[in-house]
């Protein structure tokens, strides 16, 4: 049980090149993106998003990914859904207080961000997650928000 997310967070530092190398892509057919509209590829990429990281990571599309600052641990398996580190009720095994067969994602986060480049991230502070990008593409807004940051020149 949970051996492909386990997986991922050993494999970090790999995964995270190979995102480094897709986002580079996604970025680079911007242009097709803007010719296609991007409502409507919003379906299709969101169906192989949902489909490649619901079985690498257990994705629960939330719309606004930070796997690139939690080790490849998704934080919105957490049942208190946390965002920026464990709560009190972790195991001494390293287990989840609520599902006590899991180990507490957090903890997983901490063993992947070790792994990774940028694994500093993990001490950046995240926001509540927002509810209204539920289910959307996390692959495309992050397109959209260069673009707009290139375009307007803002954060
Ligand atoms: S952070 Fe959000 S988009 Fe990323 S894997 Fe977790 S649920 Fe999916």
Known sequence: MYAAR??????????????DT???VMNALHPLWLKIGYDRVEKPITFVERNVKGFLFDCQMCGKCVLGETGMSCPMNCPKQLQNGPCGGVQTNGNCEVIPDMP????????GSRLMRHGSGINNVRLPVDNRLKGSSSWLRVVREKRDQQFYGAD
């Open 6 to 19: 386990r997986w991922s967070v050993r494999h970090a530092r790999f995964l995270e090149s190979l995102y």
């Open 22 to 24: 897709f986002e580079g």
């Open 104 to 111: 507490c994602v957090w903890v997983e986060a901490e063993r």
